[in-house]
């Protein structure tokens, strides 16, 4: 059974930073494609960024420039740097794994973004 954990949330700062993680475990060769999405209360849940099986990325516009995903097969985690960070930026951060052709979701973890 493939668990994912997220980590890495918090409060910070306008102008702030925070690395998100996303830890599979299980019967894991490797990590596919991995996703990260947002939910903020009363918004429906938004794509933030994806990296494919080979290394493509994507962002939503709203994040371009300012945040990063990287994976590190080693580990079977994956990340999401983020930077310059908005109040905009408050919500829930929600990691997505394909592995092995299934889809995998994590927990969430509480993104806030105050003064």
């Known amino acids: 059974q493939v668990q994912l954990v997220e980590s890495g949330g918090g409060l910070v700062q306008p102008g702030g930073s925070l690395r998100l993680s996303c830890a599979a475990s299980g019967s894991i060769f490797r990590i596919d494609a991995m996703r990260w999405y947002r939910q903020a209360p009363g918004k429906e849940r938004e794509l933030v960024a994806a990296?494919?099986?080979?290394?493509?990325?994507n962002y939503a516009n709203s994040v371009k420039g300012r945040f990063i995903i990287s994976r590190d097969n080693a580990k079977n985690t994956g990340y999401l740097q983020m930077n310059s960070l908005e109040p905009e930026d408050t919500a829930v951060y929600l990691c997505?794994?394909?592995?092995?052709?299934?889809?995998?979701w994590g927990q969430g973890t509480q993104v806030t973004v105050s003064s």
């Open positions: 990296l494919s099986s080979g290394g493509t990325t």
């Open positions: 997505n794994a394909e592995i092995a052709a299934y889809s995998y």
